[in-house]
């Protein structure tokens, strides 16, 4: 019986077969580096709703690690690393942004914005769907929920990306050395965009100004904010769309199905989501000593609940290793659960529907590439593709 590690080469490639493992014969096991790795469905549940598993001490850690400057000034800030009460002061300020019917207006963005993608690729017949629709769908969509210019996708993605990266558990000193200087660039294009602005607006940037106007927010909370949901709201969508896409083209009956009936396409991706869950885990550090189904957790361990094991969970699903987008959906642990419950949820569901579904129109969608050449981002908290070339038959 050998530690689990997420970082080793064959875990990252393929988790699945070590969460078996974990499954059925140390559902709460002490893994690589000291870590607790939680893998049932009930016990993930129960570790997200309790909050003695709590974020603040991993924000130490994290702080600790890049050192002290504008990096962890602004990224100590985010609200994934904020316990109560600012956890919950920060989620009520943000949380009416998110609401379906404040997302209702970004639906058309998103359907013009999958068009738009897609056109060029009609007319040749073949794509890398990671870079050519997922990303850039990804990163409008968000931009549009902030409020700000399509137009800035580019340069937003690539501070996104090097500051992201800085996050992950595998990070090298480079990583570090890249985070630092793109967070300084990023930061003052948010101060700008704020000074521009007015805080009359639906978006979420008018929401947060008029929240700092009656002091419930602070203007580096703001910047925090909008950096952490440019990462968080665009890497997730785009490694999500990738996997979802891969399951579908890994059956191709499926995928025809899909195409036959497009009613099928929420249940495909609530499959897709479950299956492959672009967010692996989550990571908590105890407050307290916790006894978890059998075993003494102690105060200041770490404990990362692992998604894409509980979402395989025998005593949760039936044949939970086969994907199968006929499923009575079941609801997955692919957006967390409890008090973090992921605020994108609808925003992420609208986009993979659209993108989904129209991929899966396209006539003979087929890999372009053989499987063995596909290969996962180096990161552990994220599992999304470098690349997924496909083909298809052009359009006229
Ligand atoms: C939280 C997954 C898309 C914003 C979370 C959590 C998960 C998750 C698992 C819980 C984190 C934890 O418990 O520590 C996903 C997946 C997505 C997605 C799989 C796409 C398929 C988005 C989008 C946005 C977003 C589009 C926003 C633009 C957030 C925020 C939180 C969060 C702000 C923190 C909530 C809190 O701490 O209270 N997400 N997410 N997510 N997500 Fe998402």
Redesign the pocket.
């Known amino acids: 019986v050998t530690a689990f590690d997420p970082t080793a080469v064959d875990v990252r490639r393929d988790p699945y077969p070590s969460y078996h493992w974990l499954l059925r014969h140390d559902p709460v096991h002490r893994g690589a580096h000291q870590v607790w790795y939680v893998s049932r469905f009930a016990d993930v549940r129960a570790v997200?709703g309790d909050d003695r598993f709590a974020?603040t001490g991993i924000r130490r850690f994290w702080t600790d690690l890049v050192g002290p400057g504008l990096l962890s000034r602004i990224v100590g800030d985010i609200?994934?690393f904020?316990d109560e009460p600012d956890?919950g002061r920060?989620?009520g300020v943000?949380g009416p942004a998110?609401s379906p019917s404040a997302l209702r207006r970004l639906e058309p963005m998103v359907e013009a914005t999958v068009d738009d993608l897609l056109r060029p690729a009609r007319a040749v017949g073949t794509m890398d769907v990671v870079a050519d629709l997922a990303y850039p769908l990804?990163l409008r969509?968000?931009l549009g929920?902030l409020g700000l210019p399509a137009g800035d996708a580019d340069a937003v993605g690539r501070w996104s990306r090097a500051v992201g990266r800085t996050l992950d558990r595998g990070a090298t000193a480079e990583d570090m050395r890249r985070g630092h200087a793109a967070i300084a660039e990023f930061a003052d294009y948010v101060e700008r965009a704020l000074a521009e602005r007015r805080d009359d607006g639906e978006d979420l940037l008018a929401l947060m100004l008029a929240a700092h106007r009656s002091r419930r927010m602070s203007r580096n909370e703001i910047v925090s904010t909008v950096v952490?949901?440019i990462f968080?709201?665009?890497e997730?969508?785009a490694?999500?769309?990738g996997n979802g896409l891969l399951s579908l083209l890994d059956h191709p009956e499926q995928l025809d199905s899909v195409r036959r009936r497009p009613d099928l396409v929420p249940r495909a991706v609530e499959e897709c989501?479950r299956f492959d869950?672009?967010?692996q885990s989550?990571?908590?550090q105890l407050t307290a000593d916790v006894e978890l189904h059998g075993r003494r957790l102690r105060r200041d361990d770490v404990v990362v609940?692992l998604?894409g094991a509980a979402n395989r969970d025998p005593g949760r699903y039936d044949r939970p290793d086969e994907f199968d987008v006929r499923r009575e959906p079941v609801p997955s642990?692919?957006?967390?659960?409890?008090?973090?419950?992921?605020?994108?949820?609808y925003?992420?569901?609208l986009?993979?529907r659209t993108a989904l579904g129209a991929m899966a129109a396209l006539p003979d969608l087929r890999l372009a590439v053989s499987p063995n050449e596909l290969v996962y981002q180096p990161r552990t908290m994220f599992r999304g593709l470098t690349r997924l070339p496909v083909a298809f038959t052009p359009a006229g």
């Open positions: 997200l974020r609200i994934l904020q956890h920060l989620r943000v998110f990804a969509a968000v929920l952490t949901f968080t709201g665009h997730t969508v490694s999500q769309l989501l869950p672009a967010v989550n990571t908590r609940v998604a642990m692919s957006f967390g659960a409890g008090m973090r419950y992921c605020l994108g949820s925003l992420a569901r986009q993979l």
